[in-house]
């Protein structure tokens, strides 16, 4: 049995981690600046939450974060606690505190517990933009080219945790997410992938953005199986690992949700984000034995229908192919 702390455990992929860790009889201990009207009061029953120790801290305070962790006697730690690219757009010098000063206490954590393993996640964002790698599906070793605040501190990340494993044997697992989506989904970038199906989901009407991009659709259930797989395997050679879930044009999605809610209204601007998308995943699979369960269609379907039965609306089926 494991004692897991999940920084960042009220937030979207902390949530769905947080909820699998407790269908795997784990003690979690979720630990975030807003333990209140955050993602998990969308993602878990009323059961769940009572099983879940909340604990408001920040990862700043070092002193807090280790009282915490020995007074529950943690054994794992998943971090997830981070600004996401317009918040450290906005506030530099707080991205700094919190991605590069608190991601070392978190290490400090790791090595001064000894800690079984420490997995946590970086973003696809460390590879920039597609103009600037020359292969169409990017490798795990790629150069980094961060465009933002965000993508350089996840690549200074990417750089203290495999010191920490090399020089104090701090063993971490870590994972370039994608466009993660699902119910709970309320900040950043991606959010936008959630929203494409919100709405019609709804029957509102809807905008959708980057209507020219095609991206990774990385249903959260995925990333959280990855996160949990990270805590399970025995060794691996790769420190961080690129994620694939399914690429797939923002347009063929939009169609997707138009064919599940007939005469929704969607209007779908042009544009991309200027992310890489396209990342080669084979050491993932190799390494960590990992095989994406969620094609967009079916993520898509179950998050439109997440949305309809917190609205107390009947489900959506499946179009016909
Ligand atoms: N969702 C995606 O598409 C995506 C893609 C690539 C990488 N990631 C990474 O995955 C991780 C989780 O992202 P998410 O989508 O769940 O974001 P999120 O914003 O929903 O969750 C992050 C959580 O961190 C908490 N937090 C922020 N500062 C903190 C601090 N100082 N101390 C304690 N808690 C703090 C926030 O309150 C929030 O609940 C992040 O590291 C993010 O960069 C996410």
Redesign the pocket.
Known sequence: MSTVLV??G?????SYVVRRLLQRGDTVVA????PDQ??IQMVLTPEEAASVTLVR????DSLHLFRTIKEHGVTDLVH?????IPACNENPPLAVQ?MGD?FVNILEAARTFGLRRLVW?????VFGSPEDQREEYVSNDAPHYPRTVYAGL?SLEEVLAKYYASAYGVDSIGFR????YGVG????V?AFATALMEKPALGQPSTVLYGDDVVDW?YVEDAASMILRALEVDGVNTRIFNTRCDIRPVREVAEFVKRVVPGAQMEVQGGTTGIVWKCDDSLLRQELGFEPEWPMERGCLATMNEFRRRANLPPLNAPQS
Request: net charge positive; hydrophobic share 50%; charged share 20%.
């Open positions: 920084t960042g009220t937030g979207f992929i902390g630990y975030d600046l807003v955050n993602a801290g920040d990862i700043r997830l606690a981070s600004l996401l919190i608190a996640a970086s973003s696809v964002a996840k997410f994608t466009a993660a989904r309320i900040r950043g991606s990385e």
